[in-house]
């Protein structure tokens, strides 16, 4: 059905105020869409629909509403609500849930929670921000490598509901440790006889509680994995992340990556519900320093001033090396963005490493060359035959675009790499600091040509 059509349905319900008939309603459609749903009401309208919701749903539907409409719901129940909804979610949503709430609010939830689960969520919250352990689950299946077959269906029959999945089945040895993997397929078409030590995989592939959750999305990646397990120093499983946290941490990773190549600084909230004050923040330093960082520009057109404007050469030197220069400029500047894009994903995916500098500088300089090759041609038709410039300034200015082309491709491909070997985010590299550098570069080589030909 339409999602207009369904909206409309359940508002009239709501306005009608037909209980029974919006549960049964509500039952029909997943747990998203009630959450998109309740984005939709005012506070109050959202309390009583989201109190009509049956018990094994609310959770659910919790889980997938945004961090403002939970806190203005935290705000509005009680007590005994708080720690039956906070009780049955996942460790993982009701921790990621507690990061974004005020200090206040956050410690009322705790304080209504039951103690096993106030000790397990303490537990999470001490994880550094961004680590495997911050974003794992503690709902997995662990079974003894000592059971058979039909010892394990059994517990997966009596624990599997409370499972963050059961696809995957962790086997442990006698001190706890962390020994083999166990499709769930593979499980049930074996005997019931079998052991589990008998068909479990022992090349599995596992994290640490404080690897970087960025190295944990690509490890998951490499290897095609729908969870995989968390284990502390002693190897024993501590947790697990699956896909759908893996999902939310390559969406995180993306956005803040596009928002550095922008130059800003990346945003916790999203874009409609940041301030106006956290925007301007965010971009001001960047954009400060992009402008300090343009003044070298100024600077070498000002040093190369007698050049332009000497008026023995004006008329046919000056005029035609000041109309080329935003030409130059910004062909060195969109040459160099690309290859940064390029290495830069490549890194992103574990394609490329800085150890993989001298093969990206053989590639970027063969390409660099055959492209400015390329525009080096055209742009001499353009200066020769369009502005019919004097043959020598159509080459100086076709040199200096081949000069700055190969160098702003070297120095795009090449950045990011060396920002990577030193430990930094390699977005940072990329437009629009790689622009800057781009611009600088190619004013030099042009006024430096134009000087040594022309003069």
Not at 52 to 76: A, C, G, H, N, W
Not at 118 to 134: C, H, K, Q
Request: charged share 20%.
């Amino acid at each position: 059905m339409d999602w207009e059509v369904q909206k409309q349905r359940l508002d009239t319900l709501v306005a009608s105020e037909k209980r029974s008939e919006l549960r049964g309603a509500l039952r029909m459609l997943n747990s998203v869409d009630i959450a998109q749903y309740l984005s939709t009401l005012d506070t109050e309208q959202m309390l009583k629909v989201f109190r009509i919701l049956p018990t094994d749903m609310s959770s659910d539907v919790f889980s997938y509403m945004d961090d403002e409409q939970r806190e203005k719901l935290i705000s509005s129940i009680g007590d005994a609500e708080i720690c039956r909804l906070v009780d049955d979610m996942f460790i993982d949503d009701a921790v990621d849930f507690l990061e974004e709430l005020p200090n206040e609010l956050v410690k009322r939830v705790l304080e209504n929670v039951s103690p096993e689960t106030r000790t397990v969520i303490n537990r999470f919250l001490s994880y550094p921000e961004n680590s495997a352990g911050s974003i794992m689950t503690i709902e997995m299946c662990l079974l003894p490598c000592t059971y058979t077959v039909s010892e394990a269906m059994k517990e997966i029959r009596r624990t599997g509901l409370d499972k963050e999945t059961i696809n995957t089945l962790y086997v442990v040895n006698e001190a706890g440790k962390l020994v083999g993997i166990l499709a769930l397929r593979r499980l049930i078409t074996a005997s019931d006889e079998t052991l589990l030590s008998d068909i479990m995989d022992v090349s599995f592939v596992s994290v640490g509680t404080l690897e970087d959750q960025e190295s944990v999305a690509e490890t998951v990646r490499k290897y095609d994995l729908l969870a995989v397990p968390v284990i502390d120093k002693e190897g024993r499983p501590v947790g697990i992340i699956t896909a759908d946290d893996i999902l939310d941490v390559m969406q995180q990773e993306a956005t803040e990556d596009i928002e550095m190549m922008s130059a800003l600084t990346p945003s916790e909230d999203a874009y409609m519900k940041t301030g106006i004050l956290t925007l301007v923040k965010n971009r001001l330093p960047w954009l400060v320093i992009m402008l300090i960082c343009s003044i070298f520009t100024g600077f070498i057109i000002s040093h190369y001033e007698g050049l332009l404007t000497d008026t023995a050469i004006v008329g046919t030197i000056g005029i035609a090396l000041t109309a080329c220069i935003p030409m130059i400029m910004d062909t060195g500047g969109n040459c160099g963005q690309q290859s940064s894009t390029l290495v830069i994903r490549g890194l992103a995916t574990g394609e490329i490493a800085p150890k993989d500098a001298l093969k990206v500088l053989w590639k970027e300089a063969r390409v660099a060359v055959l492209v400015a090759v390329v525009l080096s041609v055209v742009c001499f038709g353009i200066q020769f035959v369009i502005f019919q410039r004097e043959l020598n300034v159509a080459l100086t200015i076709s040199c200096a675009m081949l000069c700055a082309v190969v160098l702003s491709k070297v120095i795009g491909g090449l950045l990011p790499l060396g920002a990577k070997a030193l430990k930094l985010d390699p977005a940072l590299t990329a437009s629009p600091l790689i622009t800057t550098i781009a611009d600088t570069c190619s004013l030099l080589i042009l006024f430096a040509l134009a000087t040594a030909v022309l003069l």
